[in-house]
């Protein structure tokens, strides 16, 4: 690869390892990045520090990638923040280089860029996904809050591959989003709930 890439840098909020808590591989163990710099801006976020890059220190791809690489992860995700706010082809060939699985949650509110093994697509109502995210999503993970949100939902899936799995999320400070979850599961069995297990089980 091109060397350049082991020095462009990126804003870093955090990286951790932990295990993944949400969705289709929740309870593995994964290698987190969280990249700064958010422009969604939802008013329920929980990573709201975040949301300006200038703020974060810069991390070169290399340094991501050793980091990943020490802990051995199964997957290594990246997330934010809105990470599709940057160029992620740097950083994903780097990690790919380095033989990593590699992972990415997204709102989708900016072209698709890097190279994944899955991506978790969750379109947000305050900023429209951009048109080329729906190609890339191998789960579509919508945050509910209330029954519009279910419309929504609909909505996006129509527009993702058919073998893209459907997640609906429970709000974790909208009690009434749990059971009207649960109950349209049960009458629309192409969707899961997906739960925030690491806030559950009180780990980062």
Same mark, same amino acid.
């Given at each position: 690869? $091109?060397t350049a890439n =082991? @020095?462009? &840098?990126y804003?870093i909020?955090?990286?951790?390892?932990? %295990?993944?808590?949400e969705?289709?591989? @929740?309870g593995?163990n994964?290698f *987190?990045i969280?990249?700064?710099g958010?422009d969604?801006?939802?008013?329920?976020c /929980?990573? =709201?520090h975040?949301? $300006?890059?200038s703020?974060?220190?810069q991390?070169?791809?290399a340094?991501?990638t050793?980091a990943?690489?020490a802990v $051995?992860?199964?997957? &290594?995700?990246?997330t934010g923040?809105?990470?599709l706010?940057? /160029?992620?082809?740097p950083?994903t060939?780097?990690?790919k280089n380095?033989?990593?699985?590699?992972?990415?949650?997204?709102?989708?509110?900016?072209?698709?860029s890097?190279? *994944? /093994?899955?991506?978790?697509f969750?379109? =947000?109502? *305050?900023?429209a996904p951009?048109?080329?995210i729906?190609?890339h999503?191998n !789960?579509?993970?919508v945050v %509910?809050? $209330? !029954?519009?949100?279910?419309?929504w939902?609909?909505?996006?899936?129509?527009l993702?591959?058919e073998? &893209?799995?459907?997640y609906l999320?429970?709000e974790?400070n909208s #009690?009434?989003? =749990?059971p009207?979850?649960f /109950?349209y599961?049960l009458?629309? #069995?192409?969707?899961?709930?997906?739960?925030? &297990?690491?806030?559950?089980?009180?780990?980062?």
């Amino acid at each position: 690869m $091109n060397t350049a890439n =082991k @020095t462009i &840098t990126y804003p870093i909020v955090e990286t951790f390892h932990s %295990v993944q808590g949400e969705g289709y591989w @929740t309870g593995v163990n994964a290698f *987190f990045i969280r990249l700064g710099g958010c422009d969604v801006h939802c008013p329920w976020c /929980d990573t =709201k520090h975040s949301w $300006n890059p200038s703020r974060h220190p810069q991390q070169s791809t290399a340094e991501l990638t050793i980091a990943a690489k020490a802990v $051995n992860p199964a997957i &290594t995700v990246i997330t934010g923040g809105e990470p599709l706010m940057h /160029d992620l082809f740097p950083l994903t060939t780097q990690l790919k280089n380095a033989a990593m699985r590699v992972h990415l949650e997204t709102s989708g509110a900016h072209p698709f860029s890097g190279e *994944f /093994d899955w991506v978790t697509f969750s379109p =947000k109502q *305050f900023k429209a996904p951009h048109r080329s995210i729906y190609y890339h999503a191998n !789960e579509l993970k919508v945050v %509910v809050t $209330n !029954e519009y949100d279910l419309k929504w939902a609909e909505q996006q899936a129509a527009l993702v591959p058919e073998s &893209t799995l459907c997640y609906l999320q429970p709000e974790w400070n909208s #009690p009434q989003s =749990k059971p009207l979850i649960f /109950d349209y599961i049960l009458q629309h #069995p192409k969707w899961r709930i997906s739960l925030q &297990t690491h806030k559950l089980l009180q780990i980062q």
